[in-house]
């Protein structure tokens, strides 16, 4: 009888298993072989046992694999929580135990327990969507006068408040829109946005978006002052003498002050 439970045993494993081994059963478990052979844990191997999940652990390389690649934003902060976590505790974030790791994941759960309730005690006010007069903005952008006439700086401001509105474009599409890439339309003319965000956004996370997008920019020949077709055009024309990179060139937006750049997208927003 002793001979075939150890052969079955042997056959089981493709080893006989000795009572005080550690076998690894799981993933980043360490389970004694007594309690897989008797389902009893002998005094040994219990001490085993929690000699092993109190012995330091590589902790971060587990960490990182457990995130999406793609989501740097979202291990970087993790990683800086559990780094913050350590730190307070004076303990070292690249190895650890199994207690500490299971202490930490306990104290980001209540923490997200909390805030939950300050949350639903305290809720954000309901939004409503408001409708935004653009009349007085418009009034605004007519009485700056003819766009060959008024100041340069204004003429910039003009352009770029028209194409926001009228192209429900973000600011970094406007500083991204390439002035030589105009194509003339019955109705307007379609210009290229290089790079734009969501191209980016696309890349990270393993996307295949094309690096550009078209801006369809409007021309309304009965209001000239309020024509952002009309103000593109001026602009070009007036900022010429800015124009000796090829940068420059492409860019149908440029800073006023400088060496005339091309702005970035808190420069727009301003």
């Not at 973000?170 to 500083?175: E, G, M, Q, V, W």
């Amino acid at each position: 009888m002793d001979t075939i439970t150890q052969d079955a045993r042997q056959s089981d494993t493709g080893k006989i298993n000795d009572s005080n081994s550690i076998s690894e059963v799981a993933v980043g478990t360490l389970v004694p072989s007594s309690i897989i052979t008797t389902g009893r844990p002998t005094p040994e191997a219990t001490e085993q046992l929690s000699n092993a999940n109190r012995e330091p652990q590589p902790i971060l390389p587990d960490m990182q694999a457990a995130f999406d690649k793609n989501s740097t934003r979202t291990v970087s902060s993790n990683i800086k929580k559990w780094l913050s976590w350590c730190t307070k505790r004076q303990l070292d974030p690249v190895v650890g135990s199994l207690n500490s790791i299971i202490e930490f994941f306990t104290d980001q759960l209540e923490v997200g327990k909390a805030m939950r309730g300050i949350y639903n005690k305290n809720p954000p006010p309901p939004t409503e969507d408001e409708v935004v007069d653009l009349v007085p903005a418009f009034d605004k952008v007519r009485s700056l006068g003819d766009n060959e006439t008024m100041d340069l700086l204004w003429l910039l401001h003009k352009t770029a408040f028209l194409l926001a509105i009228t192209t429900a474009s973000r600011p970094s599409d406007l500083a991204r829109i390439e002035a030589t890439s105009k194509v003339l339309t019955s109705n307007g003319a379609i210009f290229m946005i290089r790079n734009p965000k969501e191209h980016k956004i696309s890349l990270a996370h393993g996307g295949n978006k094309l690096a550009t997008k078209k801006s369809y920019v409007s021309d309304y020949p009965d209001l000239p002052e309020i024509s952002p077709l009309a103000a593109v055009n001026v602009l070009l024309s007036r900022t010429q003498v800015w124009r000796f990179t090829d940068e420059q060139k492409a860019s149908l937006l440029l800073t006023s002050t400088g060496l005339h750049k091309p702005p970035s997208s808190d420069t727009v927003t301003r």
